[in-house]
């Protein structure tokens, strides 16, 4: 064995989160140069810009998520570990998980992603939950399918009210998606309830919705919301959560399901290392995404806060996670004397894209913007070919093609309410009364 593969033999690399930014760097390093652990608190890797499809019944989880340890298959260099990481210690260079179970490193890539944000107000939570896991989405259509069912039993024919707390992406996607299986898939569901009647109103303290995207589009998501009968309250600051209704400065808003997309934050990885981070959790790393004074240890994706141009961070977005990954196995193999030396990591951005329920996106390729249906077919376009197996890219595309004629119902199953009654129970909405966003 020559002294460069004994080198290589021995160098253990912990990859904390099998997301974007953790895959695309395993992806990069060559079978064989280290010994990689990869742990993760799921079992599957989950594509999170398609979730709130799946919370809003159009796709199946399964088309969306993939088990870890079939994607490890080939990658016989990768021990698949399922646990929670709670810690790192960095002298000792362990990190260890809620289990109590600890993993070696010579090199260490966090990329745990972000969590839901309520600013300080973490008992909202239960009472408007967010969206960012696969049992999110389950637990999402779950009571967006329990409030029709409850209103039925009324037998009054109102239609619920669905207020989603946060106009970025997020939000709007949902809303677009939730207007369209009100207005078109439950409509013949239900014999009492016109469900195209549903109230789904977006709540923003912003005087505009989706404002990372230029006026232009913003407008034209805003008309289109508009046209497809959701209402925005926009300028309006929530000053508490609770299971059927919603604080605001101006007064309580009544609702059936209240849904939180206002913010993130990410995993508290600083917390782990003990390094100081910004309001949003993120790390401030050095050029070649390690931590500052550890050069040892990489945070990547949604944890890290990257410079991109001189006013600006590199956004939240997979296509991110995933170049940081990539870049960091570039310079983790230069290390290992493979390849060449990467330099300074430098993001390419690909574009901004946002959709307005079935058929209608925004979308921002450089300099060039798109609109409606054209745009819908570039958003949709863009999602299948990240997708990680063929047999996924087909299931969408075909999932998506047959929604055009008619809506689906396999997916409009929804499950056992413990998960959300495990967030939501009684006492969990009166615990947040006079709380108020800063
Ligand atoms: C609803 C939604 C829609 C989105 N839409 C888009 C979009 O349209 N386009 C786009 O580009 N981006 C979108 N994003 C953002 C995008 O998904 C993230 O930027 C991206 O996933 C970040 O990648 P990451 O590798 O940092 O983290 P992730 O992909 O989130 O992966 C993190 C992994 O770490 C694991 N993990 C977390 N904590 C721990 C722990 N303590 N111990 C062990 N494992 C842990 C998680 O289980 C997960 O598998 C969306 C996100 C959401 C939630």
Redesign the pocket.
Known sequence: MTRDAVIASKHRVVV???????LSFIDGIASGTAEITL????NH??F??L??QAATTVLPISDIAWPIRMLMRKRRDVRVVE????GVDTSRKLVRTARGDTYPYDTLLL????QPSYFGHEEWASAAPG??TASDALALRTRILAAFEEREREGKGRAPVIAIIGGG??GVELAGMIANLCSRDLVRDFRTLDTAQTRIVIIDAADRILSSLPDNLAGYGEEKLRKMGVELKLGETVTGCHRDHAALKSGDFECDVTIWAAGTKA?PVAEWLGVDAGRDGRIDVEPDLSVPGQPDVFV????AKVGWTHDKSVP????A?KQEGAYVARVVSHRLRQGSDPGAFAYRHQGD?ATIGRNAAVVRLGSMDFTGRIAWWLWGLAHIFFLITMRSRIAVLLHWFVLQFQARSDARLSFSDDDVASRTGPAASEESDNDETD
Do not use: M, N, R, W
């Not at 904390?16 to 953790?22: E, K, N, P, R, T």
């Not at 990547?300 to 944890?303: R, S």
């Open positions: 904390v989160g099998a997301g974007f930014g953790g742990i993760d608190k799921q890797h989950l999170q810009p979730l709130y646990g929670e990481v709670c990329a745990p992603g972000s969206l960012k992406p997020t995993v990547i994706g949604d944890a939240g977005l997979a296509p996670a894209l």
